[in-house]
Structures are given as structure tokens and as C-alpha cells.
């Protein structure tokens, strides 16, 4: 199995602050890498796949880069709604993983 | 886009089966989509359990293979997911999600609300 290591798991930052989340794979996945956003009580919300491909609809402040082993998502000016739950997830052989998460909070 | 509703029992027995629903709406269980399920421990991460698509071709996480089947019912536009011999690990909230057969994202790009289950005695 591919193992998923986010850092850190918790972070703080305010409000228009640039904030950077890494996400680091036990082998190459090549470029097959998502992140997710989820809130309390929600389902996850599709942002990036494709490691730097963002998906329909999702605000240009998040942008995702890497490939290989190492990945991060950038939040680019930190609003209010960002504070959630962020998860990479790899794909490999029709087999599925996803980080730990990282909880962003706003100071 | 499709939308996805999870349904089935909140309490399950140790040992026993867990069995959910998921009913697909806005769009047809034959569309270019394979069908999913994602559980999350509470307070944990997520967790990929399986995957089904119209033809009844399917992929299983690798770890919980042996007691996990999801099947899909065309004539009612829904899957479902049967989990066998559960413990107390297997407490969760189940989602249900549609990955789009596109070659391209390999992601999970609709999700359900999510549905509770405890396992508990």
C-alpha cells in the first residue's frame, strides 16, 4: 500500500496570510494526486487532481503543485470560509489513499 | 452533476453485517461514473473502501477485501455496500461518492452526506 503523510497536522495562520500544506508519498505516484477541503459535518469537497489541475468551480486562491513523491496545496490569501480539514489522495492501480489530514485554523 | 443519498441502518451488532444504500439521483447508475464508497472513523481520516460500475466490474481496498461486497441495482438507480463481520474499528460515517470514468482525474468528485454507523452491542 501507498502511504500518505501530510504536514503539519494543525495551522494557524490570518486571515490573507499565504498558507502551504505538504503532502509526501511512500513511492511515486507520478502526477496522480488530489486534495480535498472538508468542514465539520460535511463530505469532502473536491479542489485539485492531477496534482495542479484545479477543479470547475473552485476559487484560483488554491493551487496544488509536485509530482513524484512530494506535493503541496497553496491557499494563497487565507479567507474565513478556509478553515477545514484539507486531504491529498493518491491513486495507484485502481487502489485509493488519503493523507491524514491538516486542520487550518484562522488566528 | 448527480446527487447521492446514503441510507441503512445507524446500529449494527458486533459480528453482524453492515449494509448501506446508495441512491443516485439526477442522473443515471449507467453514466459514464464508477460508484463508491469512502468511510471516516469519527475524528479520523478517510478511508477508501470500494468501488463498483454498471457492469458490475468492481475494485476493493485490498485490506478489507475479504468482507466487504457492493453491488449495484440498475432498475432502482442505486449500489450498495455489504461490510461482514464488523467490529467496533468499522464505527464510521459512510459516504457514498461517484468517480467519473474520464481516465483523466481519477477522483472523487460527487459525494453523499454521509451516513453513521455504530457498531455496538
Known amino acids: 500500500d501507498i502511504q500518505m503523510t501530510q504536514s503539519p497536522s494543525t495551522l494557524f495562520a490570518s486571515v490573507g496570510d499565504r498558507v502551504t500544506i505538504t503532502c509526501r508519498a511512500s513511492?511515486?505516484?507520478?502526477?496522480?494526486l488530489a486534495w480535498y477541503q472538508q468542514k465539520p459535518g460535511k463530505a469532502p469537497k473536491l479542489l485539485i487532481y492531477?496534482?495542479?489541475s484545479l477543479e470547475s468551480g473552485v476559487s484560483s486562491r488554491f493551487s496544488g503543485s509536485g509530482s513524484g513523491t512530494e506535493f503541496t496545496l497553496t491557499i494563497s490569501s487565507l479567507q474565513p470560509e478556509d478553515s477545514a480539514t484539507y486531504y491529498c489522495?493518491?491513486?495507484?492501480?485502481?487502489?485509493?489513499?488519503f493523507g491524514q489530514g491538516t486542520k487550518v485554523e484562522i488566528k | 452533476q448527480v446527487q447521492l443519498q446514503e441510507s441503512g441502518p445507524g446500529l449494527v451488532k458486533p459480528s453482524g453485517t453492515l449494509s448501506l444504500t446508495c441512491a443516485v439521483s439526477?442522473?443515471?447508475?449507467?453514466?459514464?461514473?464508477?460508484w463508491s464508497w469512502v468511510r471516516q472513523p469519527p475524528g479520523k481520516g478517510l478511508e477508501w473502501i470500494g468501488e463498483?460500475?454498471?457492469?458490475?466490474?468492481?475494485n476493493y481496498n485490498p485490506s478489507l477485501k475479504s468482507r466487504i461486497s457492493i453491488s449495484v441495482d440498475k432498475s432502482k438507480n442505486q449500489f450498495s455496500l455489504k461490510l461482514s463481520s464488523v467490529t467496533a474499528a468499522d464505527t464510521a460515517v459512510y459516504y457514498c461518492?461517484?468517480?467519473?470514468?474520464?481516465?483523466?482525474?481519477?477522483?472523487?468528485?460527487?459525494w453523499g452526506q454521509g451516513t453513521l454507523v455504530t457498531v455496538s452491542s
Open positions: 461518492a461517484s468517480r467519473p470514468d474520464d481516465g483523466v482525474r481519477m477522483v472523487f468528485a460527487n
Open positions: 439526477g442522473g443515471s447508475i449507467s453514466s459514464s461514473n464508477w
Open positions: 463498483i460500475y454498471h457492469g458490475g466490474n468492481t
Open positions: 513511492q511515486s505516484i507520478s502526477y496522480w
Open positions: 492531477k496534482a495542479s
Open positions: 489522495q493518491q491513486y495507484n492501480s485502481y487502489s485509493w489513499t
